[in-house]
């Protein structure tokens, strides 16, 4: 069936570090890719999509690009903020079918 | 209402008790998901309502777990003698369904989840 891996956290990074969150889909047709964030005590928010390839997705200093050939759709940000640490969720979605299925999220952690 | 919210936000239940759990959709959205999110993990899903038709329980994980939307409008999950493994948070989401560009894609709203711990 449909899934979606992402790498295992927790992340610990400085403050203004580089950020890559790695993610891989295994999914027949085209799906739309999506990177959730939810922060301490909040509900899961969209942080940007991709519905098809060679989209870019972006929002908030962070980008995703939707890569068929190997499956991925990894985030990443230039420079993370304090205010970035959060679990990050990768997920899809079958345009004919509307779930959502989510990988088990990356717990990012930045030091000031 | 400005989001989707849900009711109560937390509920500890004894093992075996019945549990209701109450979703309160985006005015006008026709979709509306149930998703449980075990601890460190992602959501999964549960059931989809398209106004007041279930169109999948396929992630029901199992006949205890009930869920209605008599209206179209709030939601319903309900959780018979609930079990320990019942143990999770509760999300409903709701979507407006709509078309771009000849593909169908409906944006999903997440409330703030309920948190069951069954003892």
């Known amino acids: 069936g449909d899934s979606v891996t992402q790498m295992e956290g927790p992340v610990t990074l400085s403050e203004e570090a580089f950020l890559t969150i790695n993610c891989t889909y295994t999914?027949?047709?085209?799906?739309?890719l999506f990177w959730y964030v939810q922060y301490p005590g909040e509900g899961l928010q969209l942080l940007l999509k991709?519905?098809?390839?060679?989209d870019k997705g972006s929002n908030k200093g962070f980008e995703a690009t939707y890569r068929k050939e190997t499956t991925s759709f990894h985030l990443e940000k230039g420079s993370v903020q304090v205010s970035d640490s959060a679990v990050y969720f990768c997920?899809?979605?079958?345009?004919?079918?509307?779930?959502?299925?989510f990988g088990k999220g990356t717990r990012l952690h930045i030091l000031p | 209402g400005a989001g989707v919210s849900q009711s109560p936000r937390y509920k500890v239940a004894k093992r075996g008790q019945d549990v209701a759990l109450r979703c309160d959709p985006i005015?006008?959205?026709?979709?509306l998901f149930w998703y449980q999110q075990a601890l460190g993990q992602g959501p999964e899903f549960l059931t989809y309502?398209?106004?007041?038709?279930?169109?999948?329980k396929s992630g029901l994980p199992s006949d205890r777990f009930f869920a209605e939307r008599p209206e179209g409008s709030v939601s319903t999950l309900k959780i018979q003698r609930t079990q320990q493994e019942d143990s999770a948070v509760y999300l409903c989401?709701?979507?407006?369904?709509?078309?771009?560009?000849?593909?169908?894609?409906?944006?999903?709203?997440f409330g703030p989840g309920t948190r069951l711990t069954v003892l």
């Open positions: 991709a519905t098809k390839a060679d």
């Open positions: 989401a709701s979507s407006l369904m709509g078309t771009s560009g000849g593909v169908s894609y409906n944006e999903q709203f």
């Open positions: 309502f398209q106004n007041e038709a279930q169109l999948d």
């Open positions: 005015s006008g959205h026709v979709s």
């Open positions: 999914a027949t047709g085209y799906p739309s």
């Open positions: 997920a899809l979605n079958k345009n004919r079918d509307d779930k959502i299925i």
